[in-house]
């Protein structure tokens, strides 16, 4: 999967996470709790939905006092 910088009027970048390859729909979920935090149940049931849709995982912004950055990370199989 391939997330593309698609240039944004206001001058931020916005991700494109369209990929008409794939035939599973996109699931966008955001989260407060990190992924990494607990194995619970938040995860176990994502883990299962991600056999049928593209997962997209969102958790709150990281307060730091360096330049704002996108990270991504596959923190399980279709996540």
Request: aromatic share 10%; proline share 10%; hydrophobic share 40%.
């Amino acid at each position: 999967m391939h997330f593309s910088a698609v240039p944004a009027a206001n001058g931020h970048a916005m991700i494109s996470v369209d990929d008409r390859r794939s035939p599973r729909p996109a699931l966008v979920v955001f989260s407060s709790p990190r992924w990494g935090f607990d194995y619970q149940r938040p995860q176990h049931l994502l883990t299962r939905i991600a056999k049928h849709y593209r997962v997209f995982f969102v958790e709150e912004p990281v307060s730091t006092h360096q330049d704002a950055r996108l990270a991504s990370s596959h923190p399980a199989p279709g996540i």
